[in-house]
């Protein structure tokens, strides 16, 4: 079983700073792409940063600028670094990874973490 865990979420002050992790644990062969998405009650779970297997990085248009996104591949661990943080920023943010569990092709898919909430606000 794999599991994605991911931590750092907490109440910031508009204008502050956060960094998520997620980590992935269990019978992992190999880890292809990552990405953080965040979903706001009443509406779509939106895509916020990817990374893919060879590096390249995508930040949507809402964050670009404020947002860093890095992976550990030694670690199977993402960070988010988040700043100038703003109230329309509150959500749950979820951790995603295209993950190969053995040397076959077919054991490879999506697996989703369970959330982790930011606030920002005064």
């Known amino acids: 079983q794999v599991q994605l865990v991911e931590s750092g979420g907490g109440l910031v002050q508009p204008g502050g700073s956060l960094r998520l992790s997620c980590a992935a644990s269990?019978?992992?062969?190999?880890?292809?792409?990552w990405a953080w998405y965040r979903q706001t009650p009443g509406n779509k779970r939106e895509l916020v940063a990817s990374?893919?297997?060879?590096?390249?990085?995508n930040y949507a248009d809402f964050v670009k600028g404020r947002c860093t996104m890095v992976r550990d591949n030694t670690q199977n661990t993402v960070y988010l670094q988040m700043n100038s943080l703003k109230p329309e920023d509150t959500a749950v943010y979820y951790c995603?990874?295209?993950?190969?569990?053995?040397?076959?092709?077919?054991?490879?898919?999506?697996?989703w973490g369970k959330g982790t909430l930011v606030t920002v606000s005064s």
């Open positions: 995603n990874a295209y993950i190969r569990t053995t040397t076959s092709f077919d054991d490879e898919k999506d697996y």
């Open positions: 269990g019978s992992i062969f190999s880890v292809y792409a």
């Open positions: 990374i893919s297997s060879g590096g390249r990085i």
